[in-house]
């Protein structure tokens, strides 16, 4: 393991231990429960939104505890979910209540099956930028024609620039200067340039949900032709 992922790794299994299996655990520590509450319903029914009905096995990376993968079992109890999360407690947790679940992180673990579906939830975001498009594409390999990538990253916002004018610790999100905030227009551009790929949906996620401002996270929807 790496200096950065042990210090990654650290950094999760700290936030972990603070917050438990919760929503402030894996979305934002500093926003009040009912704000996570509502972004968290947001994506679940975006993702849910996307699935076909042949969306059987599905690849959730940096899953969490399974706060996605929990809802989608909910409404598929039939399908199968792998998870691929670093923190071990979340890990371990995704096991016991939804299904299998690698340890460590997407750059590492190497697919050995096809996926209808495969989830990036706020995880891209820890992939160092040199090695985004490396992942993308070995993960887009391991997609099934016509299976679908659905993701859903943190944006360059106004919390972003607070942070970088302030210093503030407390607002400084976990992985520190790990952590790679998409710039407008750039995962979209790494998304449609995926072999035969087409974009189905781009979704803003904003604190307050009518204006979707200040907007937090962008979700896209991109489908793999069947050829």
Not at 199 to 220: E, M, S
Request: glycine share 8%.
């Amino acid at each position: 393991m790496d200096d950065n992922t042990s210090e990654l790794k650290a950094s999760w299994q700290a936030r972990q231990e603070a917050f438990g299996s919760t929503k402030r655990s894996v979305l934002s520590k500093n926003l009040p429960d009912f704000m996570n509450n509502s972004l968290h319903a947001r994506h679940v029914q975006f993702v849910l939104d996307q699935l076909t009905e042949g969306s059987s096995n599905i690849l959730d990376l940096g899953c969490g505890y399974g706060r996605i993968s929990a809802e989608i079992k909910k409404a598929y109890p039939e399908c199968t979910i792998q998870g691929v999360e670093l923190c071990d407690e979340f890990a371990e947790q995704f096991r016991r209540e939804i299904g299998a679940c690698a340890s460590g992180t997407i750059q590492n673990y190497q697919p050995t099956r096809k996926f209808d579906v495969i989830l990036f939830i706020t995880v891209l975001m820890y992939v160092e930028p040199g090695k985004v498009v490396e992942n993308l594409d070995k993960y887009w390999r391991a997609l099934n024609p016509g299976g679908r990538f659905i993701c859903i990253e943190s944006c360059g916002n106004m919390f972003v620039r607070l942070r970088a004018s302030t210093n503030n610790e407390k607002l400084s999100p976990t992985g520190g200067g790990l952590v790679h905030y998409f710039g407008e227009g750039e995962l979209a551009a790494l998304l449609s340039n995926l072999t035969d790929s087409r974009v189905l949906r781009h979704k803003k996620f904003g604190i307050f949900p009518f204006a979707n401002l200040p907007r937090l996270h962008d979700g896209f929807s991109v489908e793999k032709g069947s050829s």
